[in-house]
């Protein structure tokens, strides 16, 4: 029948999505990341959200052709193996045969890639970066991460190309939760901007943040809770998005001096939550960087927003 | 006989050479870039040149198989013309047929490209790039030019790819002599450090830098200059060139956690002239700012030296 399974692991939520053969999503299931049981917990949770997912297209997940996987932490697609996925559950501290557990519980073969490439993959394909040959995908969430495509090819270097989130924005700049120091993500991401929520709450600065995080039942900021206090205009979190927005500004512009890629496309949980008036603003902020002005690239927000990477990782699986 | 000509164009030199079938050099000629005769006076400037280095290699011009140029400027290498390349003669603000002249010139066909993408090319093809098959240039000298070579072939993007001395290091930072703020080649630009180097000194800093410039004849302050003002301890020079080497250390590993290119070579009139040692210093700069820091990439001193450039345009010549 053609139908393929693709999961979106990120360290909030589990996405799946059920697509037909011209990529149309036939069945989706959203499940919070289950934080307490450890990998197996997170792999039986992505189990039941493809079957949920399957369930709605009415198709046996053994009969799927295959359910594609983008995944954070370090992945070997060849092995079928994720290690180190600290977003995920802090204790993902080994390397887990994803593939080969998910392949037995679900019946069908396992294809998996990093999160942010097959999110670009995606956007390149099917969204907002089909017009062009080359692109970044900057990703705005928890971190900031970034796809490179090049000639209508994935670039990815060593393994790890794409890291625009520890691109340096200020040298001896902000402590970034990576360790280093001015990493654009110690601006942008969304961790980072908590953490310094938190610091600056402690030093006296009033916000509502907190209080929407905790009547939304949240454990952390989430972009939900930024983009209600944006709303209502809270000061704090006004701020840190201003200064999150400059310093995205500024790393992408960095990275289009040096690579020259016909478009950027912005997505992300802030970057798809916060849409299209804070993309135009990222956009201004990297205007008076791009080197060649007279010709900026296209800025676009991600097309296939929330479900962008599922449908992304549904593309590991080859008809 | 297979010999090609190379001439490597700058504001302050021009260098030519010949070179055999293998790119040994049989002649080369160097004379400082004549700065009153407008673009007409630097064309003529290129052509001398050219025929000193025959006349060492025992050929005439006519008899070569071409002659390549590495400019500055906006380069339109099937025009043959470069714009705008105020970098060699503040007036050449227009665009001039250098292909067509210097052919009729030197009865030889001519090649034209951009500079630091010659010089990338020389490197990756005949000096310390060699061992990879993806590679970043870095030509540190007036300004900070970058040249990248993916799978083994240059990476141009729209046409622009490779501005790494305009990737930002510090928002809001230094102004730039682009007009732009926190450009890392507002640090580590030869043309920066001397402005900063000028201001410093009305605000009462001591330092012999001009002193030096003046017994050496020179009108600017040229790496040799600062090569000297550091061999005795000059407090500013040390100063300013501590900050170009933290500068070009966080800007390079920017573009290395983007792009993740197997190594970086380091050339330009600064690079070259400061040699191994400060490409080791440059290198622990770049340390803390890798992303994959268990994997950096090798760093070398550019192979070819100050003929790299010239070499590297030799290359434009097909056999």
Redesign the interface.
């Known amino acids: 029948m053609g139908l393929r399974g693709g999961i979106d692991l990120g360290g909030t939520k589990i996405q799946a999505v059920i697509v037909g053969a011209s990529h149309g999503v036939r069945g989706q299931a959203r499940i919070p990341t289950p934080k307490d049981g450890g990998p197996d917990g997170v792999i039986a949770a992505m189990a039941e959200a493809v079957r949920t997912a399957a369930t709605e297209a009415e198709v046996e997940t053994s009969a799927l052709d295959g359910v594609g996987i983008g995944s954070p932490g370090e992945v070997d697609p060849d092995a079928g193996t994720v290690t180190n996925a600290y977003n995920v559950v802090p204790d993902w501290n080994r390397t887990i045969s994803v593939g080969d557990i998910l392949a037995t519980e679900l019946g069908t073969k396992i294809g998996l890639g990093n999160d942010v490439r097959v999110a670009t993959a995606a956007e390149f394909r099917l969204g907002a970066g089909k017009p062009y040959r080359?692109l970044l995908g900057v990703f705005w969430g928890t971190g900031v991460g970034?796809g490179?495509i090049?000639n209508g090819s994935p670039?990815?270097?060593?393994?790890?190309?794409?890291?625009?989130g520890?691109?340096?924005?200020?040298?001896n700049?902000a402590k970034c939760t990576?360790g280093?120091?001015?990493?654009m993500e110690a601006y942008s991401g969304r961790r980072a901007m908590e953490l310094e929520a938190r610091r600056r709450m402690k030093h006296g600065e009033k916000t509502a943040l907190f209080k929407i995080m905790e009547r939304k039942k949240r454990v952390a900021l989430t972009s939900g809770v930024w983009a209600e206090a944006l709303e209502h205009n809270d000061a704090l979190a006004t701020d840190l998005i201003d200064r999150a927005v400059?310093?995205l500004g500024?790393?992408i512009?960095?990275?289009v001096?040096?690579?020259?890629?016909?478009a950027v496309v912005i997505g992300g949980g802030l970057g798809t939550r916060l849409g299209e008036p804070y993309v135009a603003r990222i956009e201004q902020q990297m205007g008076?960087?791009l080197?060649?002005d007279a010709?900026p690239p296209a800025v676009h927000l991600a097309a296939l927003g929330d479900l962008g990477g599922a449908i992304g990782a549904s593309l590991l699986i080859k008809r």
Do not use: K, Q, T, Y
């Open positions: 080359s970034g490179i090049l670039w990815r270097g060593r393994g790890a190309a794409g890291e625009i520890h691109m340096v924005v200020r040298r700049g990576c280093r120091e001015g990493c400059a310093a500024a790393g512009a960095s990275a001096n040096l690579i020259d890629v016909e008076p960087h080197f060649v010709r």
